[in-house]
């Protein structure tokens, strides 16, 4: 339940300071001026606390407590005297005396007093009570009470004197000064004459004093204007009828006719009772009213600035009230000018949290602290909030503190581009940590290491913790970190990439490797080096099988350059590393001019290097998830060019070259001639030039992708999209979304490329991090392909092909029909495959049970309609899983 507080101050700034105070510690606060005031408002809305001053006019501190602790319906209310005054220790005796609760003397720490007043409101707490004294103790209060009052009494009765006797002394002095005084000042009798006038008019209009004296007003028109002399006329009647005139101003004529501004002032002089004559002082302010007019412009240009200023500048009283705004602040805040007028407080625009705050740095400024510019949040009329910058300073008056200036400026752009950097910090870092090659960083001076991602880890075979700060020196022999180190200044001095083709290393754990590093210097705004970064790729094990391709290639040479037939060697990039001389009976080429120039757009008609292309895909699709033979070869027929412009058709076998762990590097065929025999089955052969998409090329190459890192799961995706494809042949789906199934579900686990291979491969059952890991895949996969244009929905598939229909799938958790039908087909298709098939940590469970599964969470998991076409399938029509890529015999049907 929120407190309430009275709070009782002769002082509008103490109470301002002291409300704002308590408001931010969640308080209630009342306010009052005097003791009389507080008594009357807690009689009607009794406070839980009241902390009162006590020197104060109408009733000060020491009789409020009195008469508090005297009512039987307040004095249970804690009272807590908060004064600067009072400050010797009798004074706090006299008050606890009176019943005083709390005796606490001004200033104190803002903490400090919130943590006094809540001791006081605790609950352990009791009220301090005064019991009705006999007459001789309620004697001795008043001489009590008398005796402090008489000593300020004194004080102020010792001023006066003081004060009366300087006032003889500047009344003798005054006398004697008239003749001297630069105001003229004059008196008038009741019956309109001029009985006196300083000198000093003949300075300020020309006139002798005497040129006025003895005459009567009436007389005097002519040093006054039409309007100014009807309004001094008027003014002389009311003094003299015992009203007071002050500042008025009257156009002068001085006697060389120049016109003079006067501001005249006038009283009534009274003996015994009565009026017999007037004062009136008239002071030139000729010059300051230029000055104001000066001023006036000034203000005006200030004001116009003021409002053409595009951030919100605001100032502020001490009560809260905005008492000055631009333009800017009204559309910041999204309200007007009459928004603010209606009794609109300071603190209503800043959110609930940071009123303590703001109570906190006033009190600062007013003790004449700096204070940088503060990050608040603020709140707009319409309910919103925003992030700001505040900068605030006191407005003084008179040497005195009357209130606030700030000046306002959002960051809410800023804010958003902050955190956007943050994300694409957390999106780098991502990136650079999953890059299977080595990246560093080392600072620019010293060559230090300031940055390793996990592959630099693993191939160097240092923690972070032993690579960072340390240099080449700390891990490398010294002729090695020498030419390291003469690379990097290199890079440094000529501002641009190095590209070291290869650089041998001693490693940690795995002995001697080589590597491929680029060095880029990383600039700074002056353009000057401040980073070097590098990229090392270990080619170790490319090298080793380079050289054993070589020492292949010289051993067939001899062989391969007497036959007939062309016999090629290709790398994985398709370039030509060696052709046989019999190419140029068959082509007209040298064979020089093979190895240099041809690549194989050179050699194939564009629908031959269409068919190889897509045959290669499948053949690195099939051996990588179907186990296949690795030495079975493949041949296709493919139209080729020859030098004189005219084509041949060939037959062409080839296999792959691989390394030491059976994975391809290169290419090795043989071309035969078959112009003869392709010609007469032309026209089947017409038939068979359709060319599937460059886009399903593509998806094959992100299948090979995944399972090369996958083998234990060889087949899988292959199969669940054939599954998935009958599925949804089986429901009716359009042929154009049954395409979109089929793909989707041969690369649905694409997204396991980010998770590492022993991880996927691992024998043993998973452990909660290792599954967290996997069951990131999803996401992954949909990150890798939100961007591919393609005419299905694969990146949404994918991402929710493990979500189900009761919401306790993931990644998102999605269910029922926020899961897209062709997600619901793949992650029935994908279950059935999955249990009905060997993986490393058990074997195959058999498709018996994964129908059993199907069947048992049909509507409850699966979707219903999904499920009863696949069991349909298998039930019914003899549906097999196929394997190795064959067709199943229910498709052919």
């Known amino acids: 339940m929120i407190k309430k507080v009275l709070i009782v101050d002769d002082n509008s700034t103490n109470l301002y300071m002291l409300e704002t105070l308590l408001k931010g510690y969640g308080f209630e606060v009342i306010s009052a001026e005097n003791g009389k005031d507080a008594l009357d408002k807690a009689r009607l809305n009794p406070p839980?606390?009241?902390?009162?001053?006590?020197?104060?006019?109408?009733?000060?501190?020491?009789?409020?407590?009195?008469?508090?602790?005297?009512?039987?319906?307040?004095?249970?209310?804690?009272?807590?005297?908060?004064?600067?005054?009072?400050?010797?220790?009798?004074?706090e005796k006299f008050a606890l005396s009176l019943g005083a609760d709390r005796f606490i003397l001004k200033p104190q720490e803002a903490d400090i007093l919130m943590n006094m007043l809540k001791e006081v409101l605790g609950e352990k707490y009791t009220a301090r009570q005064v019991v009705t004294k006999p007459l001789g103790e309620e004697m001795e209060f008043f001489r009590q009470y008398n005796e402090i009052l008489f000593k300020k009494l004194e004080k102020k009765i010792l001023d006066l004197e003081i004060a009366n006797q300087k006032l003889r002394i500047l009344e003798e002095k005054y006398r004697l000064s008239f003749e001297h005084v630069m105001d003229v000042v004059y008196t008038i009798d009741t019956d309109l004459n001029v009985l006196t006038i300083s000198p000093s008019v003949e300075r300020i209009l020309g006139y002798k004093p005497q040129e006025f004296m003895g005459r009567p007003i009436t007389d005097l028109g002519y040093i006054l204007t039409p309007e100014s002399f009807e309004q001094a006329i008027t003014d002389i009647s009311l003094i003299l009828k015992g009203e007071t005139i002050s500042a008025t101003v009257y156009q002068f004529i001085a006697k060389d006719g120049t016109i003079k501004c006067g501001e005249v002032s006038g009283s009534p002089i009274m003996h015994e009772g009565k009026i017999v004559s007037m004062i009136s002082v008239a002071r030139d302010i000729t010059d300051r009213k230029l000055t104001e007019e000066a001023l006036r412009e000034s203000e005006k240009k200030y004001r116009d600035l003021f409002d053409f200023l595009p951030i919100p500048v605001y100032e502020m009283d001490f009560e809260a009230n905005i008492i000055s705004a631009n333009r800017a602040i009204y559309e910041t805040f999204r309200g007007t000018e009459e928004d603010l007028k209606k009794g609109f407080k300071g603190w209503q625009l800043l959110s609930p949290e940071d009123v303590a705050k703001s109570a906190k740095n006033i009190e600062r400024l007013l003790k004449g602290q700096q204070i940088e510019g503060t990050e608040?949040?603020?709140?707009?009329?319409?309910?919103?909030?925003?992030?700001?910058?505040?900068?605030?300073?006191?407005?003084?008056?008179?040497?005195?503190?009357?209130?606030?200036?700030?000046?306002?400026?959002d960051i809410t752009e800023r804010k958003q581009q902050e955190n956007e950097l943050h994300r694409t910090n957390i999106f780098l870092n991502s990136i650079v940590e999953n890059i299977p090659d080595m990246i560093f960083l080392k600072d620019s001076n010293e060559l230090r290491f300031i940055r390793f991602n996990r592959a630099g880890e693993d191939l160097l075979g240092y923690s972070r913790e032993e690579l960072l700060g340390k240099g080449d020196y700390d891990f490398f022999p010294k002729e090695q970190a020498d030419l390291f180190t003469k690379k990097d200044r290199e890079v440094m001095r000529g501002k641009e990439v190095v590209d070291i083709a290869e650089e041998s290393i001693q490693t940690r754990n795995k002995g001697e490797r080589i590597l491929h590093t680029k060095k880029v210097p990383?600039?700074?705004?002056?353009?000057?080096?401040?980073?070097?970064?590098?990229?090392?790729?270990?080619?170790?094990?490319?090298?080793?099988?380079?050289?054993?391709?070589?020492?292949?290639?010289?051993?067939?040479?001899?062989?391969?350059?007497?036959?007939?037939?062309?016999?090629?060697?290709?790398?994985?990039?398709?370039?030509?590393?060696?052709?046989?001389?019999?190419?140029?009976?068959?082509?007209?080429?040298?064979?020089?001019?093979?190895?240099?120039?041809?690549?194989?757009?050179?050699?194939?008609?564009?629908?031959?290097?269409?068919?190889?292309?897509?045959?290669?895909?499948?053949?690195?699709?099939?051996?990588?998830?179907?186990?296949?033979?690795?030495?079975?070869?493949?041949?296709?027929?493919?139209?080729?060019?020859?030098?004189?412009?005219?084509?041949?058709?060939?037959?062409?076998?080839?296999?792959?070259?691989?390394?030491?762990?059976?994975?391809?590097?290169?290419?090795?065929?043989?071309?035969?001639?078959?112009?003869?025999?392709?010609?007469?089955?032309?026209?089947?052969?017409?038939?068979?030039?359709?060319?599937?998409?460059?886009?399903?090329?593509?998806?094959?190459?992100?299948?090979?992708?995944?399972?090369?890192?996958?083998?234990?799961?060889?087949?899988?995706?292959?199969?669940?999209?054939?599954?998935?494809?009958a599925i949804a042949t089986e429901m009716g789906l359009p042929l154009e979304k049954i395409d979109g199934i089929c793909m989707a579900g041969s690369i649905h686990d694409i997204g396991k490329l980010s998770i590492p291979a022993e991880i996927l491969s691992k024998p043993t059952k998973l452990t909660n991090i290792e599954f967290s890991l996997i069951k990131e895949h999803p996401r992954s996969g949909y990150e890798m392909l939100k961007d591919v244009e393609s005419p299905w929905p694969l990146a949404e598939i994918v991402y929710q092909h493990h979500e189900r229909m009761d919401g306790k799938g993931y990644p998102r958790n999605l269910k029922g029909d926020e899961i897209i039908i062709e997600a619901r087909i793949i992650a029935v298709a994908d279950v059935v495959e999955a249990m009905a098939s060997h993986r490393p940590y058990r074997a195959a469970l058999g498709i018996k049970i994964a129908l059993e599964e199907i069947e048992k969470n049909k509507g409850i998991i699966y979707d219903n309609d999904v499920a009863d076409a696949c069991l349909k399938l298998f039930r019914e029509k003899g549906y097999q899983l196929t394997k190795n890529g064959e067709t199943n015999p229910v498709e052919e049907t």
Request: net charge negative.
């Open 522 to 725: 990383i600039l700074n705004a002056n353009g000057e080096p401040e980073y070097l970064l590098g990229i090392s790729e270990d080619i170790t094990e490319r090298k080793k099988v380079d050289e054993e391709l070589k020492e292949s290639e010289n051993k067939y040479r001899l062989l391969a350059d007497n036959v007939q037939d062309v016999i090629f060697v290709l790398d994985m990039n398709l370039k030509y590393t060696y052709i046989s001389p019999s190419v140029k009976n068959m082509r007209g080429y040298e064979p020089e001019e093979v190895l240099k120039q041809q690549s194989i757009e050179q050699v194939l008609t564009p629908s031959s290097i269409d068919l190889a292309m897509k045959t290669l895909s499948d053949v690195m699709e099939l051996e990588k998830i179907k186990h296949q033979d690795i030495t079975e070869s493949r041949t296709l027929q493919l139209e080729m060019r020859r030098k004189d412009g005219t084509t041949l058709w060939t037959e062409v076998k080839f296999s792959f070259i691989r390394d030491e762990d059976q994975q391809p590097v290169g290419i090795m065929g043989l071309t035969r001639d078959i112009t003869e025999r392709k010609q007469a089955d032309k026209k089947l052969e017409e038939t068979l030039k359709r060319l599937r998409k460059s886009f399903g090329a593509t998806i094959q190459v992100m299948v090979s992708a995944v399972e090369m890192r996958d083998p234990y799961t060889a087949g899988h995706q292959i199969s669940v999209a054939n599954l998935a494809r």
């Open 48 to 91: 839980d606390l009241i902390v009162t001053d006590i020197l104060m006019p109408v009733m000060d501190g020491y009789a409020l407590c009195r008469q508090w602790k005297s009512d039987d319906k307040l004095k249970h209310i804690p009272l807590v005297f908060y004064t600067a005054t009072y400050t010797e220790p009798k004074d």
């Open 376 to 409: 608040y949040t603020l709140m707009r009329l319409d309910g919103s909030f925003f992030p700001a910058i505040v900068i605030s300073s006191v407005i003084y008056s008179d040497g005195k503190p009357v209130g606030l200036r700030g000046a306002i400026i």
